[in-house]
């Protein structure tokens, strides 16, 4: 028996085919052999390009209705898919962008300075706890990707129970890590208020214990985003959100204190996890925990996998989640300065990661195909769309920077916050740059070949914050997060690039597109700080709008015609 191209008994695939050139366009035609219902029919199975067998569990009869003059809706929707899952993770971003935005103003009118100071470090050592996630969920989606579409659904299952034993045990050594930051605390920040040493105490265990608790939550999450469903934890993640900011709201302007406002924060967190493993109990109930699926084959995966996420996440730790607390050691007030700086670049770099995360499926799904020039491509137009994004979110801060921080937190507290947030984007932007070529490599499994760089970039920006903190005060911490993005972006084009084999780079076209051309079109919008802060008199608001005007319309030069050919060759 032989199926034709739109699937129902008849002639032969050979004939299917040529009864419908359209098809050859999509799949290799090499035939393959599928047992149904015990007997043997030849065909020519087809997604994304790729002939597979057995074919995957999920397909159905409709998808051959697509086949015959058509192109594979598969093939179709990956566009889709990569705007659909960017759109859910900027949702995401855009909730946790509602807390940096929301609290900041409100806490600074009804906290006093060394409330809101605490409350910041606070939060930067309760998100340490984050990095015993070990990159698990980007792992569970990378996997939960390759085994759907290669039909191993028994290794699938492994993974993600393998996964969820590892984020148990690693939720009981970050509750051991919270109870110990709570009880050196005092001794790490001595300019804490004696009268408030106690409440910082136990709104660090009650925010670190809710986040520990909701590591497992990860899993769920990478589950997700391996079937490319990203928008359901990003449901979750916005209500929670949104529940947080308006509970830390009431509560900051009802003088409810830090304690309270912490516990708030906890219950709203561990809510949110349980909603999440409930809701893959629902949608994926083969894939809950099994203590029989958990092997030594998965672990070593996972463990080969996650160890350079381990790094990276350390990395990126030093770089952007300790300022707060490297100012409060050194002059405590100054750590509310970064708590509002840590707020601005959480809007501005939560929407970039969230748009490149689905990078990481795409990847996977063309070096499977080994297709390495093709995402050598990708890597192009994904940098010139990436800066071009960048370079957008830019502009605000330093062309209208001090009105902005004026009316959001008030002008005093803004003129001494300025300099240091436009420091601090402009080491951001630097890193950035590099940003599509570490999702890309999460996707083909080569970001253990680049571990050395984020090593080298967190030492030089904690050495240099520190040391220049110490001499010539916060400004000198925002110069360390520079230092830093130089260091990542050096490394990355001399040393990482040479090495990765997944995809065929072309450094010179990623050197212009990626770095030459975006920097030529930030400079109108630098020189325009750099003379704020060397001048006595403001740049005069002609100039000011000229220079937003030509840095805007050369990032839509530069992103637009990016975003067209990343459809095509996604």
């Excluded at 079937?227 to 990003?234: K, T």
């Excluded at 770089?319 to 050691?329: C, E, K, P, Y």
């Excluded at 260091?487 to 072309?506: E, H, K, M, S, Y």
Aim: net charge positive; aromatic share 8%; glycine share 10%.
């Amino acid at each position: 028996m032989g199926f034709d191209a739109r699937g129902t008994p008849g002639e032969s695939a050979e004939a299917g085919n040529a009864q419908n050139p359209h098809r050859s366009k999509y799949c290799l035609g090499k035939p393959v052999t599928w047992v149904i219902t015990g007997r043997v029919a030849e065909i020519h199975y087809c997604t994304q390009g790729i002939a597979y067998n057995p074919p995957p569990a999920n397909l159905d009869r409709a998808w051959y209705e697509d086949v015959g003059t058509h192109r594979p809706r598969d093939v179709m929707s990956r566009f889709r898919a990569l705007v659909k899952n960017s759109a859910a993770n900027v949702a995401s971003g855009a909730a946790n962008a509602v807390l940096a935005v929301v609290l900041p103003p409100v806490l600074i009118r009804h906290l006093t300075a060394d409330e809101f100071s605490t409350w910041a470090v606070v939060l930067q050592l309760a998100a340490i706890v984050n990095m015993f996630g070990f990159g698990v969920q980007v792992a569970v989606g990378r996997y939960v990707a390759r085994c759907t579409i290669a039909g191993d659904h028994e290794f699938r299952r492994q993974m993600v129970s393998t996964a969820f034993a590892g984020m148990w045990g690693a939720t009981v050594i970050a509750l051991a890590v919270v109870g110990s930051m709570a009880w050196l605390l005092p001794t790490w920040f001595p300019g804490i208020p004696q009268h408030g040493r106690d409440e910082a105490r136990l709104a660090l265990l009650l925010i670190g214990s809710s986040l520990a608790t909701g590591l497992p939550a990860t899993v769920a999450a990478g589950v997700f985003s391996g079937f490319q469903r990203n928008e359901i934890p990003a449901y979750v993640i916005v209500a929670s959100r949104l529940a947080i900011a308006a509970a830390l709201v009431f509560l900051a302007t009802a003088g409810a204190g830090l304690s309270a406002m912490a516990g708030a924060y906890a219950a709203i967190n561990v809510a949110a996890t349980l909603i999440q493993l409930a809701l893959l109990k629902q949608q994926h109930p083969d894939l809950g925990f099994r203590r029989t699926a958990v092997t030594m084959r998965a672990g070593r995966e996972l463990a080969g996998y996650c160890f350079s996420l381990t790094v990276w996440s350390i990395s990126i730790l030093a770089v952007n989640g300790l300022d707060s607390v490297i100012a409060g050691r050194i002059d405590f007030h100054w750590a509310g300065y970064f708590a509002v700086v840590g707020s601005v670049v959480t809007l501005a770099l939560g929407v970039q990661v969230a748009v490149l995360q689905p990078l990481v499926a795409i990847a996977a799904q063309l070096h499977s195909r080994h297709e390495s020039r093709r995402l050598g491509e990708l890597l192009i137009e994904a940098t010139r769309a990436n800066a071009a994004l960048s370079l957008l979110c830019l502009v605000p801060i330093y062309i209208a920077g001090g009105p902005l921080l004026g009316w959001w937190i008030g002008s005093a507290l803004g003129a001494q916050i300025l300099p240091i947030l436009q420091v601090v984007l402009l080491g951001i932007f630097l890193r950035q740059t590099v940003a599509p070529f570490a999702a890309i490599l999460l996707g083909t499994g080569e970001q253990r070949l680049v571990i050395a760089t984020p090593i080298y970039e967190g030492v030089a920006k904690l050495a240099v914050s520190i040391a220049l903190g110490i001499w010539i005060g916060p400004i000198g911490i925002a110069l360390g997060t520079v230092v830093g993005g130089v260091v990542c972006l050096a490394t990355n084009l001399l040393r990482n690039f040479p090495r990765v084999r997944g995809l065929d780079i072309d450094r010179r076209r990623f050197v212009l597109s990626g770095a030459i051309r975006p920097t030529v079109v930030f400079a109108p919008v630098l020189l325009v700080a750099v003379a704020d802060a060397l001048l006595a008199e403001p740049t005069p608001l002609s100039l000011r709008i000229i220079a937003a005007l030509l840095t805007s319309a050369g990032a839509l030069a530069l992103g637009w015609p990016a975003l067209r050919r990343l459809r095509a060759l996604v």
